[in-house]
């Protein structure tokens, strides 16, 4: 299924994923899925991400969530199972969350951020261009 990876300090990026063992591995242990928006998405995250102390990621303050710690994905939802994003929902999700944030503090179950320009990721499947040669 292809869901949104949403990495702290990251741009998110499309990612095809198979099985609960590759979500374990994107969240960094075990899953918990949240449902802040009104739209049929779940954001998949690390289920102890705050008590770890994972790196404060992106705040979802719909439905007072508040932030996410550590790596999450958003994927779609079917009846019964999570499923692939639709192209559209692809565009919507990797617009709002586009903006890396930086936690100052919390406020209750409010985070109080900064948002900063977040890095590209380096994908080891994507093909790069190989270097030109050398003018002699």
Not at 41 to 62: D, H, Q, T, W
Not at 64 to 90: D, K, N, R
Not at 125 to 134: E, L, S
């Amino acid at each position: 299924m292809n869901v949104l990876v949403v990495e702290p300090g990251f741009l998110p990026y499309e990612k095809e994923i198979k099985g609960v063992p590759d979500m374990q591995k994107i969240v960094g242990g075990s899953i918990e899925a949240i449902y802040p928006f009104k739209e049929n998405v779940a954001v998949v995250c690390n289920a102890n991400g705050k008590n770890e102390k994972l790196e404060f990621n992106r705040s979802i303050l719909e439905r007072g969530y508040g932030g996410v710690f550590g790596t999450f994905f958003v994927c779609g939802l079917g009846e019964s199972a999570f499923t692939s994003l639709t192209p559209e929902q692809m565009r919507t999700y990797t617009e709002r969350f586009k903006k890396a944030e930086i936690l100052v503090t919390m406020l209750g179950d409010t985070p109080v951020i900064i948002e900063t320009t977040p890095k590209r990721k380096r994908l080891p499947n994507r093909t790069t261009r190989p270097p030109k040669p050398k003018k002699r």
